[in-house]
């Protein structure tokens, strides 16, 4: 579970500093129009950098926290096995569609160094240096739901349903609101902390 933890907090980390420095860039772009009437024609095609990266990584973090939207108006009202293999189907077909964007984010990668590609804007931005930073994001999400197919398939062959549910199922509405309760309790501790 530390494991865990820490990839969740270095990826946390990572799409944050990708929208700290976006927020910086804006800021300059912003002032910079306001008071000195320039522009970096820029800022647009940097926020679809980041966002594209953000999103590759924010796809990592939420199936490590497990808030990928699930359709599961049905799913407790289910027998329990099928609950259990709803959810290790769930993640098996998550990760194989992962491996499939990557797959297939390396064949456009590949185009654009053919045609030499570059961005619309100002900069002409080669578009193989942003898609490899899209590439790398779309590959840790590909590992990161591949280990976890292979932990569900694991607990499923053990017959562990319980693990199976707490690991890949739907969160309930009762885990949700205690996550939120101990963030909040977190956050007033280290309030009083700085105070």
């Known amino acids: 579970m530390a494991m865990k933890a820490r990839i969740e907090q270095l990826l946390g980390t990572l799409f944050g500093l990708v929208f700290l420095g976006l927020a910086g860039v804006v800021t300059v772009e912003t002032v910079s129009r306001k008071l000195f009437n320039v522009s970096l024609q820029g800022a647009d095609e940097l ?59 390396w064949f456009v990668i590949q185009d654009s160094r053919a045609y030499q590609s570059v961005a619309q804007t100002p900069w002409a931005t080669p578009l193989v240096y942003p898609q490899t930073a899209w590439l790398i994001g779309l590959i840790v999400f590909g590992v990161v739901a591949l280990f976890s197919a292979l932990r569900a398939t694991a607990l499923l062959l053990r017959g562990d349903a319980a693990a199976l549910a707490r690991d890949y199922g739907p969160r309930s509405t009762k885990e949700e609101v205690d996550e939120e309760l101990e963030d909040l309790k977190a956050r007033g501790t280290a309030a009083e902390v700085t105070r």
Request: proline letters at 3%.
């Open 47 to 105: 926020g679809g950098y980041a966002l594209a990266v953000g999103a590759t990584l924010g796809f990592s973090l939420a199936l490590l926290g497990r808030a990928h939207i699930r359709v599961d108006v049905f799913h407790d009202r289910l027998p329990r096995p099928v609950q259990v293999v709803l959810n290790w189907l769930s993640v098996v077909s998550l990760a194989a569609l992962a491996l499939l964007l990557a797959y297939l984010a």
